[in-house]
Nanobody, 118 residues
Framework: VQLQASGGGLVQAGDSLRLSCAVSGIDFTRDDMGWYRQAPGGEREFVAQITSGGSIKYTESVMGRFTISRDTARDTVNLQMNSLEPEDTAVYYC?????????????WGQGTLVTVSS
């Protein structure tokens, strides 16, 4: 299983970025996919998730600004981030929960850095 995140960069407050996670090794339409982030000096926190059934949830601080989606043609999970704020500065990680026979398995991408200047 490989999760390859890309799309991070340095932007100004109010700008937009689109993160992409290229997924290989799993049928990600059958698994729950998500994004987490870790700010400098902070702990990794949940950002957004799209389940295998298509249910979507977000952490409260990004509601109305971020949109998670799944592109089955490109095997990617994307995070469209609008109206970025300095507080969104973090390394963003793609995450997959893959169901096994008796347990679930967690997989993480390598992270992509998003820096939002004020």
């Amino acid at each position: 299983v490989q999760l390859q995140a890309s799309g991070g960069g340095l932007v100004q407050a109010g700008d937009s970025l689109r993160l992409s996670c290229a997924v290989s090794g799993i049928d990600f339409t059958r698994d729950d996919m998500g994004w987490y982030r870790q700010a400098p000096g902070g702990e990794r926190e949940f950002v957004a998730q799209i389940t295998s059934g298509g249910s979507i949830k977000y952490t409260e601080s990004v509601m109305g600004r971020f949109t998670i989606s799944r592109d089955t043609a490109r095997d990617t999970v994307n995070l469209q981030m609008n109206s970025l704020e300095p507080e969104d500065t973090a390394v963003y990680y793609c995450h997959a929960v893959v169901s096994g026979m008796n347990t679930d398995y967690d997989y993480w991408g390598q992270g992509t850095l998003v820096t939002v200047s004020s």
